[in-house]
């Protein structure tokens, strides 16, 4: 199995950008499909990015379809989220994901790793 965890979330200003990192471990991630969720106080864990198995693709969620970013460090065994321009609508505790499948889900229930979370907060 794999192990993940999330880091570099923090407080921006409204504009802002951060780059959050998902290092792997146990295993490496280019044998699951990747994604990035996002939950805010009292809302469903919503599907914000993905990169399929062979990372050939990524898929976002309409709401950040052109600020954000996904990438991945092969060496590293890490994947990345860049985040530009980022809002308050954009608050959240951000995690990140690994699916055994070829590509990835926007459903949370389609994973089957989980890290614990790093919090996003967006305010002036």
């Known amino acids: 199995q794999v192990q993940l965890m999330e880091s570099g979330g923090e407080s921006v200003q409204p504009g802002g950008s951060l780059r959050l990192s998902c290092a792997a471990s146990?295993?490496?991630?280019?044998?699951?499909?990747m994604g990035w969720f996002r939950q805010a106080p009292g809302e469903e864990r919503e599907f914000v990015a993905g990169?399929?198995?062979?990372?050939?693709?990524?898929y976002y969620a309409d709401s950040v379809k052109g600020r954000f970013t996904l990438s991945r460090d092969i060496a590293k065994n890490t994947v990345f989220l860049e985040m530009n321009n980022l809002q308050p609508e954009d608050t959240a505790v951000y995690y990140c994901?690994?699916?055994?499948?070829?590509?990835?889900?926007?459903?949370?229930?389609?994973?089957?790793?989980w890290g614990r979370g790093t919090q996003v907060t967006v305010s002036s």
């Open positions: 146990g295993r490496t991630f280019v044998n699951y499909a």
């Open positions: 994901a690994a699916a055994i499948s070829l590509t990835p889900s926007t459903s949370a229930s389609r994973y089957n790793y």
């Open positions: 990169l399929n198995r062979g990372g050939g693709n990524t």
